[in-house]
């Protein structure tokens, strides 16, 4: 399985940092056009860029705001023009906040879903045009925390379970009209925000935490966006790909994953919980 992606044309929201960021340097890697969107500081997309030209591949960031729609809709025409039209949509950009439930406010909230869901519906129906006749595919990425709770993330664990839906729904709408659509939930992925905000950020101790020993990287979740965009995952339609070193299999009930779980389990049956 190559993933051979020459020639496409590929448009990457958020792709100034973190996982937007690996996403599109993974598709680019694959020989695709790749369109960089970002909302506030150039730096990392436009460094990006000149990673993906230096490298002999082609780019370019656009930004818009994506707490307003029209903003969103004119960055994908121009993201389309400067691409020569879209085969892959892939829906990464999104912010997040920790706050009791109690205590956010409205503006907090419209925020959030109106980056989250609103720009995600509306540009994809802004380029909707361009990828029926690419028939192409839209990759929306979403969280875990669509599908486990998590304290203080009432607002985006909303908006990640929306996206889920929307997901879904949206792929048995536009399957018969050649568009395949999917979904990536990614678990903890180590990006430059954590390392920015979260005091003495450890991602090996973090990762202790996670299943398989350690958190993800960007290009964890990068491969997973080209196999879905590739021929190979041809079969692949209205899914969400859950991306996580495992956390969403465990079964929290002990002091921590590493630690034995007390002698009382293992001796015997024990009820169902």
Do not use: C
């Amino acid at each position: 399985m190559k993933n051979n992606l020459e020639g496409k044309k590929v448009l990457v929201t958020g792709a100034g940092t973190g996982i937007g960021r690996g996403i599109a340097i993974g598709f680019a890697n694959a020989g695709a056009s790749v369109a960089l969107h970002y909302s506030r500081s150039s730096t990392g997309a436009e460094n990006t860029v000149k990673e993906i030209l230096e490298r002999g591949g082609k780019a370019a960031a656009f930004r818009a705001d994506f707490e307003k729609v029209e903003p969103v809709k004119e960055m994908a025409l121009k993201a389309v023009e400067f691409l020569g039209g879209l085969d892959v949509l892939v829906n990464n950009a999104g912010i997040t906040m920790n706050k009791p439930f109690g205590e956010v406010t409205v503006e907090q909230f419209d925020i959030l879903y109106h980056v989250n869901v609103r720009a995600t519906f509306f540009l994809t129906q802004a380029v909707l045009p361009e990828l029926e006749k690419s028939k192409g595919t839209i990759i929306n990425i979403t969280s875990i925390h669509a599908f486990e709770g998590y304290q203080e993330h009432s607002v985006y664990a909303g908006t990640r379970g929306a996206i889920v839906a929307f997901n879904r729904e949206l792929a048995i709408e536009l399957a018969p009209r050649g568009i395949r659509v999917n979904a990536i939930a990614p678990g903890s992925v180590e990006v430059e925000n954590q390392h920015r905000v979260i005091a003495n950020f450890d991602p090996v101790e973090s990762g202790r935490n996670i299943p398989v020993g350690f958190m993800g990287q960007p290009a964890d979740i990068a491969g997973v966006a080209v196999f879905l965009a590739s021929p190979e995952a041809r079969y692949i339609v209205g899914q969400t790909l859950i991306v996580d070193g495992g956390t969403t299999s465990w079964m929290p009930f002990g002091d921590g994953f590493r630690k034995p779980m007390d002698a009382t389990f293992g001796k015997g049956y024990v009820p169902g919980v």
